[in-house]
């Protein structure tokens, strides 16, 4: 087991995590409103989640990682404002609230895998736990911490003195309160709704002690993440404008109920920017991975480009940046297919230490950026000394970066040896711009039967048509 540090936002520090149990971890990330597409900066926070995953199983934890999908209560404000997601979705597509629900948790759930992104061990729809988030509700009025109104069950923030310390909130005034309107019926315009009444129009509506009605955003996450991981657990992440409304709320909610900490660490992604802005529909830089593939983007590129910055730092996604993620992700993909068959037995001795640096990259809060300049120094050396065994460790740093670099092998697998060391001399000879060289290669490879394509997706090889002669 290999220590793990990780910058809560709690303490706005990096810490080195310590899991209630030895040895396994309890994770919960936030997961997709099914009413839209998701676009492409909601699938960058994906990514990270799946990051987060794959690094504590990668030091040796084992995770139980819980994600949430929110079917019910999402407000187009994040507060109490405006309009349930789901209702939006029902006006515009003229389909029932489980309609839409499944068809856009299907498409989730489709780029999750194109991306190579883990299955959350438990994904957990909000309107199959309405009366986990009933029974939480009862808690928080029992403990004094919320009240009735005839417009919804409210949190009572003035009751629960922390409230504010994820955000740093400033209660006096305006940061908070500037951000979220007044209520008639709310003590405090931080107050929160619990549970939703007196809107019978609604399209999803339960009974419940104090009325029909249905359940806020964020009640969802406490009463789920408290039945499948606990009061307390080791880690939370959401995207960072989770941070002022989102998780306060679920921290207020869990901890007024029970309280112990909800979460030990908090983790947060920044955004990814198209250009120079945030992705918005009203600028039409709202992008899907669809999107992406018919500009002959592949999925795993831009999970590449996603390394390309610290989960902390604002990812900018621009033509160049995705094209150049794509090279760089086929340059390694074409050292892997055509390295020669003794690449896959043990490691050269340049290799022991950078695979340590790998561990000590991902280890040291995600740094991916890091840990992609080992990859890339690991091929770099195999091609300058001529010792091409370093697929084990390749195969090995899979497990973090889940590029399908085993898979990138096995599409070869029937090429001869020969054949497969010739084209990776080939490579080498192309890299350093020795023309002369590459071609008398390229003439060997063909003499044995075989063609050499470079295309912009790489070098491919193939059996030569025997119609074409020569
Ligand atoms: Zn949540």
Same mark, same amino acid.
């Given at each position: 087991?290999?220590?793990?540090?990780?910058?809560?936002?709690?303490?706005?520090?990096?810490?080195?995590?310590?899991?209630?149990?030895?040895?396994?971890?309890?994770?919960?990330?936030?997961?997709?409103?099914?009413?839209?597409?998701?676009?492409?900066?909601?699938?960058?926070?994906?990514?990270?989640?799946?990051?987060?995953?794959?690094?504590?199983?990668?030091?040796?934890?084992?995770?139980?990682?819980?994600?949430?999908?929110?079917?019910?209560?999402?407000?187009?404000?994040?507060?109490?404002?405006?309009?349930?997601?789901?209702?939006? @979705?029902?006006?515009?597509?003229?389909?029932? *609230?489980?309609?839409?629900?499944?068809?856009?948790?299907?498409?989730?759930?489709?780029?999750?895998?194109?991306?190579?992104?883990?299955?959350?061990?438990?994904?957990?729809?909000?309107?199959?736990?309405? @009366?986990?988030?009933?029974?939480?509700?009862?808690?928080?009025?029992?403990?004094?911490?919320?009240?009735?109104?005839?417009? /919804?069950?409210?949190?009572?923030?003035?009751?629960?003195?922390?409230?504010?310390?994820?955000?740093?909130?400033?209660?006096?005034?305006?940061?908070?309160?500037?951000?979220?309107?007044?209520?008639?019926?709310?003590?405090?315009?931080?107050?929160?709704?619990?549970?939703?009444?007196?809107?019978?129009?609604?399209?999803?509506?339960?009974?419940?002690?104090? /009325?029909?009605?249905?359940?806020?955003?964020?009640?969802?996450?406490?009463?789920?993440?408290?039945?499948?991981?606990?009061?307390?657990?080791?880690?939370?992440?959401?995207?960072?404008?989770?941070?002022?409304?989102?998780?306060?709320?679920?921290?207020?909610?869990?901890?007024?109920?029970?309280?112990?900490? &909800?979460?030990?660490?908090?983790?947060?992604?920044?955004? &990814?920017?198209?250009?120079?802005?945030?992705?918005?529909?009203?600028?039409?830089?709202?992008? %899907?991975?669809?999107?992406?593939?018919?500009?002959?983007?592949?999925?795993?590129?831009?999970?590449?480009?996603?390394?390309?910055?610290?989960?902390? =730092?604002?990812? /900018?996604?621009?033509?160049?940046?995705?094209?150049?993620?794509?090279?760089?992700?086929?340059?390694?993909?074409?050292?892997?297919?055509?390295?020669?068959?003794?690449?896959?037995?043990?490691?050269?001795?340049?290799?022991?230490? %950078?695979?340590?640096?790998?561990?000590? =990259?991902?280890?040291?809060?995600?740094?991916?950026?890091?840990?992609?300049?080992?990859?890339?120094? %690991?091929?770099?050396? @195999?091609?300058?000394?001529?010792?091409?065994?370093?697929?084990?460790?390749?195969?090995?740093?899979?497990?973090?970066?889940?590029?399908?670099?085993?898979?990138?092998?096995?599409?070869?697998?029937?090429? *001869? =040896?020969?054949?497969?060391?010739?084209?990776?001399?080939?490579?080498?000879?192309?890299?350093?711009?020795?023309?002369?060289? =590459?071609?008398? &290669?390229?003439?060997?490879?063909?003499?044995? /039967?075989?063609?050499?394509?470079?295309?912009?997706?790489?070098?491919?090889?193939?059996?030569?048509?025997? %119609?074409?002669?020569?």
């Amino acid at each position: 087991m290999r220590d793990v540090f990780l910058h809560n936002t709690l303490t706005r520090e990096v810490e080195k995590l310590s899991p209630l149990r030895p040895g396994r971890v309890g994770y919960y990330s936030c997961g997709p409103t099914v009413y839209h597409h998701a676009h492409i900066g909601n699938l960058r926070t994906y990514v990270f989640t799946d990051t987060v995953r794959r690094v504590l199983e990668f030091a040796g934890y084992e995770v139980e990682h819980v994600m949430n999908i929110t079917d019910v209560g999402h407000m187009t404000t994040d507060g109490d404002g405006g309009e349930d997601k789901m209702a939006t @979705a029902v006006e515009r597509e003229h389909r029932s *609230p489980a309609e839409i629900a499944d068809h856009y948790t299907r498409l989730f759930l489709e780029d999750l895998r194109r991306l190579e992104i883990k299955t959350p061990h438990v994904l957990c729809k909000a309107t199959d736990h309405t @009366a986990e988030m009933i029974a939480l509700t009862e808690r928080l009025l029992a403990r004094g911490v919320a009240y009735v109104t005839p417009s /919804g069950v409210y949190f009572d923030t003035a009751a629960f003195p922390a409230y504010g310390k994820l955000a740093r909130l400033n209660l006096e005034g305006q940061e908070a309160g500037a951000r979220i309107e007044p209520h008639a019926d709310k003590k405090s315009p931080c107050d929160f709704a619990l549970w939703k009444l007196g809107q019978p129009n609604h399209v999803m509506q339960w009974d419940s002690p104090w /009325g029909s009605g249905y359940p806020g955003w964020h009640i969802e996450c406490s009463a789920m993440s408290m039945r499948y991981l606990g009061e307390t657990f080791d880690v939370h992440s959401g995207g960072i404008d989770h941070i002022p409304v989102h998780h306060e709320n679920e921290i207020a909610q869990s901890e007024g109920a029970t309280g112990v900490p &909800l979460a030990r660490v908090w983790l947060h992604a920044n955004f &990814l920017n198209v250009g120079d802005t945030k992705i918005s529909k009203s600028l039409g830089n709202f992008l %899907l991975l669809t999107d992406l593939e018919k500009r002959g983007v592949s999925p795993l590129s831009f999970r590449w480009l996603c390394f390309s910055a610290k989960y902390r =730092a604002p990812l /900018g996604f621009t033509d160049e940046a995705i094209k150049s993620a794509q090279r760089s992700l086929n340059g390694l993909y074409d050292f892997i297919r055509y390295a020669p068959e003794e690449a896959l037995t043990g490691d050269e001795p340049f290799v022991a230490p %950078l695979r340590e640096q790998f561990a000590e =990259a991902v280890c040291n809060d995600l740094n991916l950026p890091q840990a992609i300049a080992v990859v890339q120094e %690991l091929v770099r050396e @195999a091609n300058r000394t001529g010792q091409p065994r370093v697929l084990a460790a390749l195969f090995d740093f899979d497990r973090v970066l889940g590029l399908r670099l085993a898979e990138v092998r096995d599409q070869v697998v029937d090429l *001869p =040896a020969d054949v497969r060391a010739l084209v990776a001399q080939r490579e080498a000879a192309r890299k350093g711009k020795e023309w002369a060289a =590459a071609d008398r &290669l390229r003439g060997e490879i063909g003499a044995r /039967g075989y063609v050499v394509e470079d295309t912009s997706e790489g070098v491919r090889v193939k059996v030569k048509d025997a %119609l074409q002669g020569g």
